[in-house]
């Protein structure tokens, strides 16, 4: 792709409206200064003293992050949050992005706020080092009032935004935004609205979805193939051809550091690489920069290997950002492409 071509598809995204269904959560950042150490006098345990504390959307929130840095005209949350003070925490943080309104995001005193707590290491000129992180989820299936407002919203919203991105993010079945009964409105939703791009992803795994276009990792679509799990890369591509002639879908694949295939239910094909790395890396985020990035662009017309350039692009950027769940601009993809265009003469 040249920066004329880049230039062409990134200037639809502007006009993008994109609706985000999926599990939000709280990102907090503990930030530790290992010169403050302490010894509790009550339990002779060491104390971390933390100096900083940084709260983002994390889960869904980070694809909405990603959606925000790429300058879309609307984001569209839906999901919810508790009544707690994660929740305020979160509703905060979300409502200080451009574009992004919650008229469907649902506080609830029925759920906890889905938060990933995580200790930093801070030490001038080092890496930050995270210690183990401390998770408040739900382990109860989500109450039917919390998710007829949802099927309510996302019917709703199928009728005034250009894409749904879907993501489940829950260990537990039902116990979070993208349950039986919101999947069963997104199918009805497909089958009326069949222009609406819906992109879907799963971390624990895309069986009993909705025929959309599905994002997932080779693990993930051996899994969902019932095939042997494998690492070569024609085996993979393969099987991503496979599963988009029979969903008449497009089909995306991340294969870690080798990157990325993309399936067309015409037969196409197309892998392309991951960047190189250029030097310490955090792979936290990545697979939501390039769900972000691949929708962002199709929803634009961009190619189906235009598309995977651009989450490629992406990615390289997010990993390359320490310490937190990072995003890439379009300022920061242009600028990437140029360099390796320059890297490649």
Excluded at 12 to 21: Q, T, W
Aim: net charge neutral.
């Amino acid at each position: 792709m040249n920066v004329e071509r880049f230039d062409a598809i990134t200037s639809g995204y502007s006009k993008l409206r994109v609706a985000v269904i999926g599990d939000f959560c709280l990102d907090r950042y503990l930030e530790i200064d290992p010169g403050r150490k302490e010894t509790s006098i009550e339990t002779s345990l060491p104390v971390h003293n933390v100096v900083n504390v940084r709260s983002q959307p994390g889960g869904a929130g980070t694809i909405l992050n990603n959606l925000v840095a790429l300058g879309l005209r609307e984001i569209i949350p839906v999901g919810f949050c508790g009544e707690d003070g994660e929740g305020w925490e979160l509703r905060r943080a979300l409502q200080g992005k451009h574009g992004v309104q919650l008229d469907h995001f649902v506080p609830t005193f029925q759920r906890r706020t889905f938060t990933y707590t995580k200790p930093l290491v801070v030490e001038p000129g080092e890496p930050p080092v995270e210690l183990n992180r401390l998770d408040i989820k739900n382990w109860t299936p989500t109450p039917p009032s919390v998710i007829e407002c949802l099927q309510q919203a996302a019917w709703y919203l199928a009728g005034h935004v250009d894409t749904f991105i879907l993501l489940d993010q829950v260990d537990l079945a039902n116990t979070g935004v993208v349950s039986k009964k919101v999947l069963e409105m997104i199918e009805r939703i497909a089958r009326e609205f069949p222009g609406l791009l819906i992109v879907a992803d799963s971390r624990r795994g895309l069986r009993n979805f909705p025929k959309v276009v599905f994002k997932m990792n080779n693990a993930e679509l051996a899994r969902l193939t019932r095939a042997r799990a494998t690492t070569d890369l024609a085996k993979i591509q393969k099987q991503a051809a496979g599963l988009a002639r029979k969903q008449g879908r497009r089909v995306f694949v991340t294969v870690a550091e080798r990157g990325i295939v993309g399936a067309d239910p015409s037969g196409e094909v197309q892998h392309v690489p991951a960047l190189p790395v250029r030097g310490e890396i955090d792979v936290v985020g990545a697979g939501d920069a390039v769900t972000a990035n691949l929708t962002t662009a199709l929803a634009a017309g961009a190619t189906l290997r235009e598309c995977l350039e651009l989450a490629m692009l992406g990615a390289s950027i997010v990993i390359h950002q320490l310490g937190t769940t990072g995003t890439a601009s379009v300022q920061e993809l242009r600028a990437l492409l140029k360099k390796t265009a320059i890297s490649a003469d």
